[in-house]
């Protein structure tokens, strides 16, 4: 398993961004396709964004696009979600996750997680 660690979560107003950072600490992630993933109290983990292992190729969820971006920087073993113009709805635990092969939306195909950060967005 590889083992991910997310950073910059916290409290923002509605309509702030915020820059979630996942790292794989002291490893590459070149070669996984990396996947952003959120719940919230009482609701279940959802898919809010991917990206190919190469780069080549971005997904999101409806929910999010047009806000939302990830990107990935091989170089820093890092991968990004920025977050613009958000709203109370996306107040949730963002996850990072990681698995081998190509992006999928699906919480089922990654096989390795970080803990989680937490965001709030306040109305």
């Known amino acids: 398993q590889v083992q991910l660690v997310e950073s910059g979560g916290g409290l923002v107003q509605a309509g702030g961004s915020l820059r979630l950072s996942c790292a794989r600490s002291?490893?590459?992630?070149?070669?996984?396709?990396m996947g952003w993933f959120r719940q919230a109290p009482g609701k279940e983990r959802e898919f809010v964004a991917a990206?190919?292992?190469?780069?080549?190729?971005?997904y999101y969820a409806d929910s999010v696009k047009g806000r939302f971006t990830i990107s990935r920087d091989n170089a820093k073993n890092t991968v990004y979600l920025q977050m613009n113009s958000l709203k109370p709805e996306d107040t949730a635990v963002y996850y990072c996750?990681?698995?081998?092969?190509?992006?999928?939306?699906?919480?089922?195909?990654?096989?390795?997680w970080g803990q989680g950060t937490q965001v709030t967005v306040s109305s």
């Open positions: 002291g490893r590459t992630i070149s070669g996984y396709s």
């Open positions: 990206i190919n292992w190469n780069g080549a190729n971005t």
């Open positions: 996750a990681a698995r081998r092969g190509i992006a999928t939306m699906s919480s089922r195909d990654f096989d390795s």
